[in-house]
């Protein structure tokens, strides 16, 4: 399974998605802010096969987090949610960075779906922690 690093202020969401993910048997370590998020990332080097992230958060948005990952670990997948259609709107500049944008509020199953579909558009030669 993957070893996913999820970005979110919102306690009971991130709660809510760290659970779904680990009942799925991926191994999920939690951000509460971008700056956080890209702190962890750099200890780990990188060692992570997706980050999820909400756009709008303190210290570092999402957006900023996107962009910095991408120049640090240009073969990390990402995958941003957010719940404001002007954020949304901001993302689709980085098509190029962003495997796609989940809209909030969503179900047990669709972050579950975006999160699978983020996984297979990595080829498995790429993955990070893959046993």
Request: glycine fraction near 6%; charge should be negative.
């Amino acid at each position: 399974m993957a070893h996913i690093l999820l970005t979110e202020d919102d306690d009971s969401v991130r709660t809510f998605v760290r659970r779904a993910l680990e009942i799925d048997g991926h191994t999920v370590t939690t951000a509460e802010d971008g700056g956080m998020a890209l702190e962890i990332l750099r200890e780990q080097e990188g060692r992570f096969d997706l980050l999820v992230s909400d756009i709008m958060m303190p210290v570092m948005d999402g957006i900023a987090l996107a962009m910095a990952t991408a120049r640090d670990f240009p073969d990390l997948t990402i995958l941003l949610m957010t719940g404001y259609a002007e954020q949304r709107e901001r993302a689709h500049g980085l098509d190029q960075l962003v495997h796609d944008v989940l809209s909030k509020p969503f179900s047990l199953a669709e972050i579950r779906r975006a999160v699978d579909q983020a996984l297979a558009a990595v080829p498995t030669g790429d993955r990070r922690l893959a046993g």
